[in-house]
């Protein structure tokens, strides 16, 4: 029993001394430490310190694309925002989440900040949208360069999902 606490402490020491004290060799050649300055400060852009543009309002930009007029009526279509939230769930679930930010902007609460006819252009030509629309623009910057998918709705699809947001 004696040999086996002798065995062990010996074990146990030469783990201690392997463990501890190895001096880092420096590598020959060229090498750089560059340590930051108080005087360094990120680069932000003018943007950053306005308004987030998901927050922004904008109610007289139509976007660009095949929508120029929407007529909402007072009262919410309930058949076609319930037809609205089916082609939300199966299209625009992955990249947008109600009530939080995500990959790409809440649809809630849309229509306070943005036109009727905005939105369908977003939805139904995003591409030149992130290319020409200012404020598409700044939102394809604050959600880090992800640009919203075409989807590939009919107009008919995409109003059904402006109804639905109504409901939001």
């Not at 040999?3 to 783990?15: E, G, R, Y």
């Not at 932000?44 to 310190?49: F, R």
């Not at 007289?60 to 089916?86: C, R, Y």
Request: glycine fraction near 6%; hydrophobic fraction near 35%.
């Amino acid at each position: 029993m004696k040999k086996l606490n002798k065995i062990t402490v010996f074990l146990f020491a030469l783990l201690m001394i392997s463990c501890g004290g190895k001096e880092e060799k420096k590598k020959e050649g060229f090498s750089v430490t560059r340590q930051k300055t108080d005087t360094e400060q990120p680069v932000t852009p003018p943007e950053a310190s306005a308004t987030k543009a998901s927050e922004r309002i904008d109610l007289t930009n139509k976007g660009l694309g095949p929508v120029t007029s929407v007529t909402l009526n007072p009262e919410i279509d309930q058949a076609m925002a319930a037809t609205g939230k089916e082609v939300y769930d199966q299209m625009c679930l992955a990249c947008h989440r109600i009530g939080k930010k995500f990959i790409g902007p809440a649809p809630n609460g849309i229509l306070e900040r943005r036109t009727p006819e905005w939105v369908m252009n977003m939805i139904l030509n995003p591409e030149q949208m992130v290319k020409e629309d200012p404020l598409a623009k700044d939102l394809l910057v604050e959600f880090n360069g992800s640009p919203m998918a075409n989807q590939g709705l009919t107009e008919e699809q995409a109003r059904a999902v402006l109804e639905y947001f109504r409901t939001l």
